[in-house]
Structure formats: C-alpha cells, structure tokens
C-alpha cells in the first residue's frame, strides 16, 4: 500500500525528503538544530503527504499536550460566551485545542475536584467565575500546570479580573452624586461558590454608601434566582412595599437591571422619572435598552487570560502571582436620573407655577 492509500508515516516523510526520521522529528519539534533548507525540504514532503504529528505522539516527545482546558460553571451566559470566544484564535495560532469543562451544580463540581480530568490532559487550565474554597484551591495547585484564574482575583495565583468592587463603588457614586440616598441593590443568588462578582459588588456597593455617610440599610438589598421573572418581581415587590422606597435600584447584572425595568413599568411606574435603574456589563441590550450600566469586556479577559496562559506555559520560571486587572467604565444612559423631588417640595413647585401662571 503507497503513502498515498494509507496514513503517512514520519518515515514516508524522511523518504520524500531524503532524510532520516529522526531529522523529520526534530524539524516537526521546532528545534534549532535543523539547518534551514533541511527544514525546507521536510516541511515540503509533509505538505505533499498531508502528513500532520499526532497530539499523542507529540506529547510523549515533547511533554505537552497542546489542549487548553477552561473550567465554567455554565455555557449559558453573555459572559462566557463572550470570554470563549475569544479564545478560539489566539489557541488556533498557537496550535492549540480546547477542552471546556462544565460544572454547573455542587454535586459535578465535587466530581470534577475529585477526579481532577484535566491532570494529564491539557497544559494550562483557565478557571472562570468560581468562588473556590481552600480545598478547592489546594487542590489545583496539585496539578503539573499553569491553573489561571479568570474574572476573580485569587492570592498568589495568577489572575485575570475587573475590579469588582471598585466598579460597584463607581457605580453607586453615580447614583450618590445625581442626588439619590435611598439605593436598592439587586443581585442573583446561586449554589454556594457560583456567584464571586456578585458578592464583590455588593462590597462596593456598601463601600460607596459608607464613604458618603449614608445609613447602610439591609431592607435594600434584595436576591433574586438567576433569570427568574417571577423572582425579580418579588423582589422587586418587596422594595416597593417598605415605608421609604428606593428613589434607584442597582442590579448586579444587565439581565437583571431589564427585568427589574420590565416589573417597574408593569405597574406604572416610570423609569428614571421616579426610579433610576443602573446595570452592570454593558450587554448589548443594554444599548438597545438605553441602560446605565457598568462596562466590562469579556472577550478582552478571555483574551488577557489565554495569553498569560500560553507566556506560563512556555516559560515555567515567569512570576505565577501575576494579577491583571482590566478596566471598566461607567456609561450613563437614559434609565437614571436625579430623584424625583419629596411630595412638599413638589406642591411648593406646583403652587409657585400656577401663582406664576395667574399673573400673566
């Protein structure tokens, strides 16, 4: 059977090129040793036996395996959509595959730790949006490979991220400084260790409010299950039944911040005329929506992550605490506005305009 009927071989390779295999194999490994028209001529005789290295093969020569393994609790989502995207092209010009693992619930996530699939079978492994304990963490570090932390900030390990709680501090300002005191904040609750951002943005949530002297008050801090219609309309239900309402209410996501739009108007209640809704990720509803909101790219962590994956990969000595922080950005839109003025307030404008009215 000719080369051409079956699989090529690093031989028919050596044969075509009028080398010896063990010159295909250095010149398939990237080593320096080959001479430039060498390497001319094996490279020719693959191309014309469509011969390609096996992964596993390669592996055993070289001690990599050329797959990136990424870890999510969920594919469902802008954001990792988004984040894994961007990673395809930067891995395909560095040869690499990608193997994503998803662990959406606490009982695979304990499977996951527990068998730990990606030892042996990717050369870095990006880990997105987990709380982790400890263990969890420990138990990473275990693994012959570069593990990179993506949208969170882990001690000592490498990490890609926003700032979290500077950017809900950011955000609440906002609402602080077009004259709002009474400020709801809004977040999903999920499965113990799923939800990092949210409770870091509730942290720069309350920073704002203490740094402006305003009361702290719990009342204002409403859960709700993520994408759930009628969870948000409770939650919203309950601020709208305290004593003071809030004159702005925060959502921890964009997703949310429509939802808590919808409910608000359902009853007739305008926004930002008399609440003012901000958002956080800039999605792109949220320019279809007009939503104030807080900037994030996904795909620019997905991106930053992959690199300093790939640096660590190719140079086991570079600093594993390395942290890098993107920026985010506050886009004010139509959804929030100053408070409406207190009902007293409001008559002594109405009297002064029909006094006004009278005269003329």
Request: negative net charge.
């Amino acid at each position: 059977m000719s080369p051409a009927q079956r699989h090529p071989t690093l031989a028919d390779v050596a044969e075509r090129a009028g080398v010896s295999p063990s010159t295909v194999s250095r010149t398939m490994r990237g080593l320096t040793s080959v001479s430039p028209d060498v390497r001319a001529r094996v490279e020719q005789a693959a191309r014309e036996l469509n011969f390609a290295v096996s992964r596993q093969a390669s592996s055993l020569v070289t001690g990599r395996t050329g797959v990136m393994a990424v870890l999510v609790p969920t594919l469902d989502s802008w954001f990792m959509g988004a984040a894994l995207s961007s990673l395809g092209p930067l891995l395909r010009e560095a040869g690499m595959e990608m193997t994503v693992y998803v662990v959406p619930d606490l009982a695979e996530r304990a499977e996951f730790f527990d068998r730990l699939p990606a030892r042996r079978n990717a050369d870095a492994l990006l880990v997105f949006c987990f709380d982790l304990t400890k263990e969890e963490t420990a138990r990473l570090d275990d693994l012959a490979m570069p593990v990179i932390y993506v949208s969170q900030h882990v001690e000592g390990r490498p990490s890609v991220y926003v700032d979290d709680v500077a950017a809900a501090c950011k955000a609440t300002r906002h609402l602080i400084n077009l004259g709002h005191r009474r400020i709801a904040f809004a977040h999903t609750v999920n499965a113990r260790g799923f939800s990092f951002s949210s409770r870091e943005r509730l942290v720069g949530y309350r920073q704002a409010l203490t740094e402006a002297g305003i009361p702290l008050d719990d009342d204002l801090v409403v859960t709700t299950p993520p994408r759930d219609k009628r969870g948000t309309t409770q939650a919203v239900g309950t601020l709208l039944s305290l004593r003071e309402p809030p004159t702005a209410i925060f959502a921890e996501q964009d997703e949310l911040a429509a939802s808590v739009i919808s409910t608000l108007r359902t009853v007739q209640i305008d926004v930002p005329q008399r609440i003012s809704v901000l958002g956080f990720d800039d999605q792109l509803m949220a320019e279809w929506l007009d939503l104030s909101t807080v900037a994030q790219s996904p795909s620019d962590l997905g991106r930053a992550a992959a690199e300093l994956a790939l640096e660590l990969i190719n140079d086991p000595e570079s600093d594993r605490g390395r942290h890098i922080v993107l920026p985010t950005h506050l886009i004010p839109r139509g959804t929030t506005a100053p408070p409406p003025a207190p009902p007293s307030e409001q008559e002594g404008t109405d009297r002064l305009s029909e006094g006004t009215a009278r005269t003329r």
